[in-house]
């Protein structure tokens, strides 16, 4: 990846963010701080790791995503509208009645979305299906699932780590969005799961510890996770809650919670001042 390409991703990044903020201020609910933190994995995937096209989102020979953690949805919207699934403006209707974009992703709705998710926990495991499927089929696409620090409390990720160790899914790429706040308060008080790394290891994963917020590791993680063989990869990326808007950078309360329009335009003009800085230089 050279300098050229780092600046679209950080660019695009910054669109993210801004299109996750819109979609969860006209939607008067919503989930900004873990759709902020993972705003930068999402627009890896989408316009540099992935092997998709928006032209054809059922193409069978594509690479996969899951949204385990299925309620950072405005921030997945966002990158599936900015790659050109659907309009930008539909994120202006998110959570509306009658509207394509609903609080957590539905595959049968929104074009681009490989799995409907919500229910922590269960989207890793629809991942390790499709990396079987894909293994049984002889297919050579990847299957990638973003999960929660918080999520991974759940008994049924570590189910699912099992399964794809033992079925040794090297077409399988976890990525744990490291951000160490979830709704009831820190990840260490409420459950304390670390070591992470550690855990994975021992269910039989390849595991690289990055900053999610950094492209130049994150394209040297997914790169290495693409050579890695006979066995899964996860990615655990540390991040900030609530990246890129001041008030919201490591504050649980904005795990789940709408921004009002003063909030709004205060996010925003942070944004839009920081995508100006990023075009200029």
């Known amino acids: ?42 627009t890896y995937l989408y316009f540099q790791e992935m092997h998709i096209d928006p032209e054809n989102p059922k193409d069978p020979d594509r690479d996969r995503f899951v949204l385990s953690k299925g309620h950072c949805a405005p921030g997945l919207y966002a990158a599936l509208a900015l790659r050109g699934y659907f309009p930008m403006d539909e994120l202006k209707k998110l959570r509306h009645i009658g509207a394509m974009l609903q609080g957590h992703p539905d595959m049968k709705g929104t ?66 969005d490291y951000n160490g706040l979830q709704i009831d308060g820190p990840v260490s ?3 304390g799961p670390e070591p992470i790394d550690k855990k994975f290891e021992a269910f039989g994963f390849d ?50 919670t709408a921004p009002n329009a003063e909030q709004y335009e205060i996010a925003m003009q942070e944004l839009r001042k920081a995508l100006a800085e990023l075009e200029a230089e």
């Open 1 to 42: 990846m050279n300098s050229s390409e780092k600046k679209q991703l950080k660019i695009a990044a910054c669109k993210v963010r801004m299109g996750a903020i819109e979609g969860v201020f006209h939607a008067k609910s919503g989930h900004p701080g873990g759709s902020l933190s993972a705003a930068d994995l999402y």
């Open 189 to 191: 008080e409420v459950a």
């Open 111 to 176: 074009p681009g979305v490989d799995m409907s998710s919500g229910s922590l926990g269960q989207g890793i495991s629809a991942a390790c299906g499709m990396a079987k499927a894909g293994k049984m089929d002889n297919k050579d696409y990847r299957v990638y699932t973003l999960l929660g620090d918080g999520e991974i409390e759940e008994g049924q990720v570590w189910e699912a780590a099992m399964f794809a160790g033992h079925q040794k899914l090297d077409n399988l790429c976890v990525i744990v």
């Open 207 to 256: 595991v690289t510890t990055i900053n999610g917020h950094c492209f130049d590791e994150i394209e040297a993680a997914f790169e290495h996770a693409k050579t890695v063989k006979g066995k899964p990869c996860a990615i655990i990326a540390k991040t900030v809650k609530g990246k890129g808007v001041s008030f919201m950078e490591n504050q649980v309360g904005w795990h789940g």
